[in-house]
């Protein structure tokens, strides 16, 4: 049984899954699905050509695939947005759509985005991610699995977040962040290993010991970056972990969030 409350706008074209609940004050565009179970509380606008998975909770005043803010955006292009299953986003979440015509914003499963996050046109976010309050993404900004992104924090645009890493609270990131790092700072520097994160992620004690050296390798001996890349290649050859790492280096366009030399005597105890 769907339930729609009279005080909401659905266009008929909408697709709208079993068990969902849209309550009042709400307007579901134009081609949109929105997957079984899902719950819009109130006052969620979710704009054409959007796609929402199963199991999902928006609240209050959330939009969902909006128009990009990007300039170069053209009036009547359909752009796309999608939104995997699973997902909490909580009140005043801005995600906008695509800017470039067929172009596409995109958000896994099981993602929690806390009040007043934004994810800009063209962001590609990965499964199990954490935006805290206030967090802000750019366009074209890709964040991998299991990141986490501190509140009243900013991610420049075309940024990579690897997997599991972490940018603390009311950073300024404008460069890559490694896989498994955490970065902070203004602007952001990769300090330590988010060993915590990892662990969460349900990666072993082996698997973060080996990219903790990596890691030292890398940034801790002073090493030109392509010295220090193949150095962890050749200690760590078999290591998907280290290769995911070594793969972000090499396929970096804005460069990297690199250690401040002067963290790195803390660094050496964690």
Do not use: W
């Not at 697709?15 to 509380?41: H, S």
């Not at 006052?43 to 209050?60: K, L, N, Q, R, S």
């Not at 590609?124 to 991610?129: A, C, F, L, P």
Request: one cysteine or more.
């Amino acid at each position: 049984m769907i339930k729609i409350d009279k005080m909401s706008v659905v266009d008929p074209t909408a697709k709208i899954g079993e068990n969902c609940v849209i309550g009042p004050f709400c307007t579901v565009g134009a081609n949109v699905t929105i997957g079984v179970n899902t719950i819009l509380r109130s006052h969620v606008v979710v704009d054409p050509y959007t796609e929402i998975g199963d199991d999902t909770e928006i609240f209050p005043f959330a939009t969902i695939g909006i128009q990009s803010q990007d300039q170069k955006h053209v009036p009547d292009t359909i752009t796309y947005t999608r939104v995997g299953a699973r997902n909490i986003i909580r009140e005043f979440v801005s995600i906008h759509s695509g800017t470039e015509a067929g172009s596409m914003t995109s958000i896994g499963d099981d993602c929690t985005l806390l009040a007043h996050a934004h994810v800009a046109h063209n962001c590609e976010v990965g499964n199990h991610v954490v935006l805290s309050h206030s967090a802000t993404l750019a366009g074209h900004v890709t964040i991998g699995d299991h990141a986490n992104i501190g509140g009243l924090s900013a991610i420049h645009q075309f940024c990579h977040i690897g997997r599991a890493a972490m940018v603390g609270g009311m950073s300024r990131t404008i460069q890559d962040v490694l896989p498994f790092t955490i970065a902070e700072g203004f602007p952001a520097h990769m300090r330590v290993i988010n060993k915590v994160g990892m662990e969460r992620a349900g990666y072993s004690a082996a698997d973060i010991a080996e990219v903790r050296k990596a890691f030292r390798i890398l940034f801790m001996r002073e090493l030109r970056l392509e010295v220090a890349v193949q150095q962890a290649i050749d200690e760590f050859p078999n290591s998907p972990n280290v290769r995911l790492m070594i793969d972000a280096i090499n396929s970096s366009q804005r460069g990297l969030a690199r250690p401040d030399s002067a963290m790195f005597e803390i660094n050496v105890s964690e």
